[in-house]
């Protein structure tokens, strides 16, 4: 079966450090992945996207990097802030035009 | 630029009732899709419309609706409720269809209780 699998723990980080989230897919062929942001009572809000043909791609503080291979997107915040504390989710197409979500994983940033 | 606006933001229904949720697009775009968001599914795509048509439609039953009007707007609606359908009912706009969709402008949302 398809899935879109993101850690569902929270991962709490200290600031400063580098923050890495996972997004693992089985049984899909993404021409692209997307990171948004989510913050509580809020809508997504889109960070980056990446195409099948990249292996990496930086926006700022974030970088994301997809490896088509494992299957597996990778999401840094270098250098976090507690304002980066949120929920990312990562969002891939199916290949029928729909543009499907994991279920996120809540960052958490403490001074 | 004004932004996805939804309403309402938030509503109570009993079981058995029917809900219209709207969106209104960023100006310009023409596709706007549709998703229900719960704590433990998250994100569930509903369906896409794109210039009034429905091009995609995720896997809810027929209770689930929507139609897209000539300046992009656009309803959804859930008839017969059942406590289920409690969730943020989220619309998004975007400047293309399909595979190049790119990025997704997200609402706020519509926040549906269901008694």
């Known amino acids: 079966s398809q899935k879109i699998e993101q850690n569902s723990e929270a991962l709490n980080i200290q600031e400063g450090k580098t923050a890495t989230l996972t997004c693992n897919y089985t049984?899909?062929?993404?021409?692209?992945l997307q990171w948004y942001r989510q913050d509580p009572g809020r809508g997504p809000v889109f960070l980056l996207l990446?195409?099948?043909?990249?292996k990496e791609k930086r926006k700022e503080r974030l970088k994301v990097t997809f490896d088509t291979t494992l299957k597996q997107s990778l999401f840094h915040i270098t250098a976090s802030q507690p304002a980066d504390s949120a929920t990312y989710l990562c969002?891939?197409?199916?290949?029928?035009?729909?543009?499907?979500f994991g279920t996120g994983t809540r960052l958490q940033v403490f001074p | 630029k004004a932004g996805v606006t939804q309403t309402p933001r938030y509503l109570i229904k009993t079981r058995g009732q029917q809900v219209t949720l709207s969106c209104s697009p960023i100006?310009?775009?023409?596709?706007v899709s549709w998703y229900q968001q719960t704590p433990g599914q998250g994100l569930q795509f509903l369906f896409e419309?794109?210039?009034?048509?429905?091009?995609n439609k995720g896997n809810f039953p027929g209770r689930f609706s929507g139609r897209q009007f000539s300046n992009s707007r656009s309803e959804m609606n859930v008839s017969t409720l059942e406590l289920g359908d409690s969730a943020l009912y989220l619309c998004?706009?975007?400047?293309?269809?399909?595979?190049?969709?790119?990025?997704?402008?997200f609402g706020e949302g519509s926040r549906l209780t269901v008694l």
């Open positions: 998004a706009s975007s400047l293309t269809e399909g595979r190049d969709t790119g990025e997704l402008f």
């Open positions: 049984n899909y062929s993404p021409a692209y």
């Open positions: 990446i195409r099948e043909n990249e």
């Open positions: 969002a891939l197409d199916d290949n029928t035009d729909k543009l499907i």
């Open positions: 100006s310009g775009h023409r596709s």
């Open positions: 419309y794109f210039s009034e048509t429905q091009r």
